[in-house]
């Protein structure tokens, strides 16, 4: 399961993230992969120092920010963000994140888009899975999110520039699907709301909800 979200960055905080990038070193990404995805990943990363962790503070405040990414993913932690960059030629073949990154458990990876998608061709996140690939190529301020076990590739970049933040989070919550139970929840306790305002009914989810909650949350 994936999710997109939308409008995790506002055009102001896209341009200023961007402004970010285009005045820093970027260096080559391989570097930063493992012995065998290095074989297929060519791109570029911007190096560390003070743009870089700026960067890291407002993407990682953006998501902590957005109801849809805390719901989907119950966040413990952002583990790791990467600033990167594909120019002409550029890809990253097919290949699986680490599970294990920094120490912590990675149980979801996210991109967050910053090149806005007519800007560039190719550049697709493809997904690959028993019903086939899905592409995802979104707008500039807009992420997805999807299960770092997933096989997945960056298609080749044939116009243009394709800017992104990409980033692994700790899930409170280690299975998927217990976590797909709990953003169902979610979006069925604010519908309920939205349409009837507190009821009894409402509480009664919201109580299930935070029963299993407590049931599976690993703090």
């Given at each position: ?105 990675a149980d979801l990876s996210f991109t967050l888009f910053l090149s806005d998608p007519d800007s560039y061709d190719g550049g697709e996140l493809v997904m690959d899975s028993l019903e086939g690939e899905t592409e995802v190529k979104l707008e500039a301020g807009d992420a997805v999110v999807y299960a770092t076990s997933s096989i997945h590739h960056v298609a080749r970049i044939t116009r243009g520039e394709r800017l992104a933040v990409v980033g692994w989070v ?50």
């Open positions: 399961m994936l999710i997109h979200l939308q409008k995790v960055c506002s055009a102001e905080q896209v341009s200023h993230l961007r402004n970010l990038m285009t005045e820093g070193t970027f260096a080559d990404g391989s570097k930063t992969a493992g012995r065998v995805a290095r074989s297929v990943k060519a791109n570029e990363q911007l190096e560390s120092g003070a743009r870089v962790d700026t960067i890291r503070s407002e993407v990682r405040k953006a998501l902590m920010a957005h109801d849809g990414f805390v719901s989907f993913a119950r966040p413990k932690s952002i583990s790791r963000i990467l600033v990167s960059r594909y120019r002409e030629g550029m890809e990253y073949g097919p290949h699986i994140d680490d599970a294990v990154m920094g120490g912590r458990r700790r899930s409170l919550v280690r299975r998927a699907d217990q976590r797909e139970i709990l953003f169902d929840l979610d979006q069925v306790a604010a519908r309920l709301f939205d349409q009837d305002g507190k009821t009894h009914e409402l509480d009664l989810v919201l109580k299930t909800k935070s029963n299993l909650l407590r049931q599976w949350a690993e703090d």
